[in-house]
Antibody
Framework: EVQLVESGGGLVKPGGSLRLSCAAS????????MNWVRQAPGKGLEWVSS????????YYADLVKGRFTISRDNAENSLYLQMNSLRAEDTAVYYC????????????WGQGILVTVSS | QTVVTQEPSLTVSPGGTVTLTCASNTGAVTSSYYPNWFQQKPGQAPRALIYSTNKKHSWTPARFSGSLLGGKAALTLSGVQPEDEAEYYC?????????FGGGTKLTVL
């Protein structure tokens, strides 16, 4: 059974940093591309970043480019999102999501972790 | 900057059929955008339903189907069940980026 479990969320002040982790199990993590997707309270889904299976290809949404860094450790079956210079508008539930074999479909989602940016 | 538009809300009767659409401000949605569809119920993570326009996951109920319709991606629910009441999101692949639609709130009444 595929499981994706996010951790590392919480309350942080504007301008602060936070590192999210996603522990993956139930599939061969090193074979699949991964996403971070967020959802602000009461709002829709927003793609944040993607990383290929071997970390060769990394992409970011314009809103987070230069502030967020996605990475992965295939030996530890883990995905990360380092978030710096956080703003109030980064407040959201952050989801880790697995992409399917084609790399063009999201098939499994974690339960999400809340990040609140507030003074 | 690609903007993806969905109907904000739709209402359907139990047992009825409804089609949700997903449009791009850059032009017609084609299979090259690899349209994905997701269902999200309150307090839950999204659940994948459809990918690559019309392919179903192993868990996708048969009453859900995907297509291209009039330059848009479409999700059709046939024989709607009360448990289908949810928010539905489309996702388009735009080059290296991924863009979600704003979501359609489907009410079953």
């Amino acid at each position: 059974e595929v499981q994706l479990v996010e951790s590392g969320g919480g309350l942080v002040k504007p301008g602060g940093s936070l590192r999210l982790s996603c522990a993956a199990s139930g599939f061969t993590f090193s074979n699949y591309n991964m996403n971070w997707v967020r959802q602000a309270p009461g709002k829709g889904l927003e793609w944040v970043s993607s990383i290929s299976s071997g970390s060769s290809y990394i992409y970011y949404a314009d809103l987070v480019k230069g502030r967020f860094t996605i990475s992965r450790d295939n030996a530890e079956n883990s995905l990360y999102l380092q978030m710096n210079s956080l703003r109030a508008e980064d407040t959201a539930v952050y989801y880790c999501a697995k992409l399917g074999g084609s790399g063009r479909n999201v098939d499994y989602w974690g339960q999400g972790i809340l990040v609140t940016v507030s003074s | 900057q690609t903007v993806v538009t969905q109907e904000p809300s739709l209402t359907v009767s139990p047992g009825g059929t409804v089609t949700l659409t997903c449009a791009s401000n850059t032009g017609a949605v084609t299979s090259s955008y690899y349209p994905n569809w997701f269902q999200q119920k309150p307090g839950q993570a999204p659940r994948a339903l459809i990918y690559s326009t019309n392919k179903k996951h192993s868990w996708t109920p048969a009453r859900f189907s995907g297509s291209l319709l009039g330059g848009k991606a479409a999700l059709t629910l046939s024989g709607v069940q009360p448990e289908d009441e949810a928010e539905y999101y489309c996702l388009l692949y735009d080059g290296d980026a991924q863009v979600f639609g704003g979501g359609t709130k489907l009410t079953v009444l």
